[in-house]
Every structure is written in C-alpha cells, then in structure tokens.
C-alpha cells in the first residue's frame, strides 16, 4: 500500500491599488463638498493610506505650502510625511485639532488657492483591495 501527499496550491489574486483623484470641480468646491468627496473615498476604501508625493515633499520635511514650520498644523503634516493609514493619521490629527481639512490640503497642494503650490499635490491617499 503507498499513500501519495496531496498538495495544494493557492492562487492569490493581484491586489489593485486605487488612488483618491481631485477631479477639477472638487479644486474650486466649497470646503463642504470637498471633505464629503473625500469621506465618501475613505468610506469605500477603508484601508486608505497617506504618504508623501516623491519629488514633491522630500524624506522628513514640510511640503513647500506649509509656511510655518512650527505649530499644530506642521505637526499634522509631518504625520502626512511620515506615512500612515488614514484611519490612524484622523486620529493623531484630531488630538492636535486637524483632520479632513488637511489631507485635502495635501491632495491640493494648500490651504487656499493663493497657495504658491496650489493644484499640484503634495501627498496622495491610496487604497489598496
């Protein structure tokens, strides 16, 4: 009597990778609707993540819309640039009196349209499924 071994094989599927786009209405929305588009993203994609834009915001330092290197506001963004879920970045970020209002910064280049940066992103939101 022989016994054989069964193996089985498993197949992973490739992951697909989404990123939060600015459409051009969203640049020129009231602060409203652009943190609705964004919550309606991170709804469908909770595993989102925040990270630095390469080329744009160099490893460890403040995008070039951020004028004060110092305050509430810069300590936001350095958790931005270090890269993290963005579950976990709303958390950190709302102990320091930030959130949605600064990831949308990130993915407009500034806090207002008389930014220097304005239009092009600093960082970039991305889910993976």
Same mark, same amino acid.
């Given at each position: 009597?022989?016994?054989?071994?069964?193996?089985?094989? +498993?197949?992973?599927?490739?992951?697909?990778?989404?990123?939060?786009?600015? /459409?051009?209405? !969203? +640049?020129?929305?009231?602060?409203?609707?652009? +943190? @609705?588009?964004?919550?309606?993203?991170?709804?469908? $994609?909770? $595993?989102?993540?925040? #990270?630095?834009?390469?080329?744009?915001?160099?490893?460890?330092?403040? /995008?070039?819309?951020?004028? $004060?290197?110092? #305050? +509430?506001? &810069?300590? !936001?963004?350095?958790?931005?640039?270090?890269?993290?879920?963005? @579950?976990?970045?709303?958390?950190? &970020?709302?102990?320091?009196?930030?959130?949605?209002?600064?990831? !949308?910064?990130?993915?407009?280049?500034?806090?207002?349209?008389?930014? /220097?940066?304005?239009?092009?992103?600093?960082?970039?939101?991305?889910?993976?499924?």
């Amino acid at each position: 009597m022989s016994q054989t071994a069964s193996k089985t094989t +498993k197949t992973v599927a490739p992951s697909k990778t989404t990123t939060f786009e600015v /459409p051009e209405a !969203i +640049k020129e929305a009231m602060p409203k609707a652009q +943190k @609705a588009a964004l919550a309606a993203y991170l709804a469908a $994609n909770p $595993n989102a993540y925040v #990270g630095p834009v390469a080329g744009v915001v160099a490893e460890g330092c403040l /995008p070039a819309y951020l004028r $004060n290197p110092n #305050g +509430k506001r &810069a300590d !936001i963004v350095r958790l931005m640039v270090k890269g993290m879920p963005v @579950a976990k970045f709303l958390v950190a &970020a709302r102990l320091l009196g930030g959130g949605y209002t600064d990831l !949308i910064a990130g993915v407009l280049g500034g806090y207002s349209r008389s930014s /220097p940066t304005w239009g092009k992103a600093a960082f970039t939101i991305t889910a993976v499924a």
